[in-house]
């Protein structure tokens, strides 16, 4: 019985991914409530990367935290990342309309107007508090 | 006059070339490229917001490039490699260009041609609404970028996409796109 029990007590692993020339650093902390994303993104099949990440998301829809706390802190990213970071939004939706709060934390350089409208296009289809965070270079 | 590979290149060399490269189009190549474009000077000197769109810019040419190129015809003067484009980013002036080229199939060129007139005929705001369009219709192409590449690079440079199709053969056409940044 104990056994069963721990299982199910850490059975929404922590993932942590180290970043690399074309895809981002990810980490993704059930226990926590923390989904991070920081880097660049721009794998030719991004699909392919951010499947475990969806997948993820998914069980932790399940039995998310109180909170969540995403924070998202991309360089840049190519066209074909831009709709599977829409997929973890609308994942991370379906938690928050479940009376769990998420809050997305979404990080632009000072200058980068295109990662601040890149923030503005997802805000604008998901229905989330979004926090637009300038940083200084 | 028949078209020339050689003509074409010293056009698009025109100012300080940061890379060029002609060949296969493979996961390695771009990320050697986007790693050799990164050590430029002219680059690291700009501003952070013209560098990045010209990182962006340089990818999405690229991976545009990668999904969607072929063999070159045999006949062409050129490696004979699956993927075959050109890519050149040069410095002219105040701007930087971005050109690619491949060879066509003549059957797409109407196809190509009518994509890019309609998002050349678009306001800014306009290729906004419609990038917002797409990045929410669920569709994924089967080469995972659904359709954005395009509109992404307009909506960046703020730039008309400036295109040539070049008769080659009987059966290819030379296609011939530039993009600018300032």
Request: glycine residues 6%; hydrophobic residues 35%.
């Amino acid at each position: 019985m104990y056994t069963l029990v721990n299982c199910i007590a850490t059975s929404m692993e922590t993932i942590i991914r180290e970043g690399s020339p074309k895809t981002p650093f990810v980490r993704l902390d059930g226990e926590k409530g923390v989904v991070e994303i920081k880097g660049r993104s721009i794998p030719e099949n991004s699909v392919e990367f951010y499947k475990p990440i969806i997948d993820w998301l998914e069980k932790f829809g399940d039995s998310p935290s109180d909170e969540t706390n995403v924070n998202i802190q991309l360089e840049y990213f190519n066209t074909s990342s831009s709709k599977c970071i829409l997929d973890i939004f609308k994942r991370l939706e379906l938690i928050h309309k479940k009376g769990h709060p998420v809050e997305i934390n979404w990080y632009y350089e000072e200058d980068d107007e295109d990662m601040f409208e890149a923030g503005e296009d997802y805000q604008s289809i998901i229905n989330i508090p979004f926090k637009m965070i300038e940083m200084e270079e | 006059m028949a078209f020339e590979l050689k003509n074409w290149y010293l056009e698009k060399k025109q100012g300080d070339v940061i890379l060029e490269y002609n060949g296969s189009i493979t996961p390695e190549v771009i990320a050697e490229a986007l790693e050799s474009i990164e050590k430029s000077l002219n680059l690291k000197n700009e501003k952070n917001r013209v560098r990045k769109k010209v990182y962006n810019v340089f990818i999405e040419s690229l991976q545009n490039l990668y999904h969607h190129v072929d063999y070159p015809p045999v006949s062409a003067q050129v490696e004979q490699s699956p993927r075959f484009g050109i890519i050149i980013l040069s410095k002219d002036g105040t701007f930087y260009r971005i050109s690619t080229g491949n060879f066509v199939k003549k059957e797409k060129l109407n196809y190509i041609k009518d994509r890019i007139d309609q998002v050349n005929s678009l306001s800014d705001e306009e290729v906004r609404m419609l990038y917002r369009d797409i990045l929410n219709n669920d569709e994924y192409s089967d080469k995972g970028g659904g359709g954005l590449g395009m509109l992404d690079i307009v909506r960046k440079t703020g730039n008309k996409l400036e295109y040539y199709f070049y008769q080659f053969d009987d059966e290819y056409i030379f296609f011939s796109l530039d993009v600018y940044i300032s």
